[in-house]
């Protein structure tokens, strides 16, 4: 029995180095105020449930957009998911897109409601030049005995464009940030970015791609956001890269192992922990404050579907979903046009079967967007239509079919547009409506730019959620079939 004993002793000293010290780290991104439970999972309750089972100390930390997505961040413009994030002790997050959803006013309050640091290295003052209030560019914590900097990277294209600041290249400022943070000798370095590692593709590298394969040595862990995306125990360069998802889905926690001696970094790894109450159980005090939080007047169902709304296509080849055709769909309904377009990134969720509530629209589509309508050559349609197929189709259409093939180093080929059944004519005029989103040139818009001023003009004062709960007063809602947008 004492030689087993001995063995097994033998063996836990093999597995675990002597004298390591083990930092925990935990990770969100791209919340968007979803505080509550969707068919079980999810939500600040859980994530709660789980941070209070960790024996050991950690950090709390969140890549950004968490200002904007439900009618509860809507309403208060961010300010309420920055009291949630207050209650459940984050001790940092960095600056996404859409924490300039309220424009530059309504990011200054956001920083100045939180109760930890805002990091950011690439953000700071027009005027000043210097940090904003409640920003920093990094901070170094004590974990265990482990001295952990952490340096955040904002996101650099602003949902509502910004006058009072300005958002510098991400990689120059994190080089600049890990000069300033070397005399201070951290044991971990830690990168906290909203963008994402998915960005980073064969022929087109980009910046978080480029932090493993240029900086591995000072930099150990990426952990980002922006694209919804999960990543798990990804390495460049020996860097850890871990992305987490969105919507309070998910957490990540990432155990670090250092060598108590002289401070090496020993191990690094990531484990995802899908938030299903069934399994974390919910934390009964953050469950009581984020319900003081939900907004009343919203769960009242405003009509039904006949079948759940997909937010991602379904079918091999087709890359439309329901849920987006609906969108653009409804847009034509609103304003009839030759073409109806609508971005896919702006529909952040499908709708079950059954009863919808204004807070499923909110959900769905929280922004403040109105329509617009254009003229534009059918040569005009043709480029956007193409630019927009990769690295993934951006745009869903009403009015517009396409068929084309996509190499395997992601050119388009053999591209074919139909308007309304006929082969489109790039030197014939077309009529569009869109949402002013993309009309003003956001991120799947940016044509829209080279088009002259007067060649847009507003479609009326109805938000595009407003049109979306309009468009339920024609009846039960039935799920349009996709098939619009085709890879052969």
Known sequence: MMKNFLTALACLFLLTPAFAKTVTLYHTSDTHGFFYPKNGRGGAAALAAVLEKEKNPYLLLDSGDFAEGTVETQRSRGLKAVQLMNRLGYDAATVGNHEFAFRDEGFASLAKEAQFPLLAANLTEVASGNYPPGVLPYKIFQINGVKVAVIGLANMRPTNTTRQYTLSKPFPSLKK??????????????????????????????????????????????????????????????????????????????????????????????????????????????????????????????????????????????????????????????????????????????????????????????????????????????????????????????????????????????????????????DKQYTVSVNSYVADGGSEGKLFKTLPADALHPAGARMVRQVLEDDFKNGTLVPPPSGRIIEK
């Open 177 to 426: 940030a890990l000069q300033e943070i070397a005399p201070q000798h951290p044991q971990v370095v830690v990168v906290l970015a909203h963008d994402s590692l998915g960005d980073d593709r064969p022929g087109h590298p980009f910046y978080i791609g480029e932090i493993g394969r240029q900086l591995s040595g000072s930099v150990d862990v990426v952990l980002g956001g922006h694209a919804h995306l999960i990543f798990q125990n990804e390495y460049r360069g020996g860097v850890l890269f871990a992305e987490s998802g969105c919507n309070f889905q998910n957490v990540t926690k990432i155990t670090l192992q250092t060598d108590d001696k002289t401070g090496e970094l020993l191990s690094a790894k990531s484990e995802l922990i899908p938030l299903e109450i069934a399994r974390t159980g919910e934390n009964p005090k953050i469950k009581k404050y984020a319900e003081s939080l939900r907004e009343k007047d919203v769960d009242e169902p405003i009509g039904q579907t006949s079948a759940a709304l997909e937010k991602y296509p379904q079918t091999p080849g087709h890359m439309d979903s329901s849920v987006d055709n609906w969108v653009a769909d409804a847009t034509c309904r609103y304003a009839p046009a030759d073409v109806c377009i609508h971005n896919t990134g702006g529909a952040r969720a499908g709708l079950p079967k059954g009863d919808i509530t204004r807070r499923d629209i909110v959900d769905l589509y929280p922004f403040n967007n109105t329509v617009v309508k254009a003229n534009v050559s059918g040569a005009f349609l043709k480029k956007l239509v193409k630019e927009n197929l990769t690295p993934w189709n951006r745009l869903a259409y009403a009015g517009l079919s396409v068929t084309y093939h996509k190499t395997k180093n992601g050119k388009i080929k053999n591209l074919k547009i139909w308007v309304r059944g006929q082969q489109l004519q790039e």
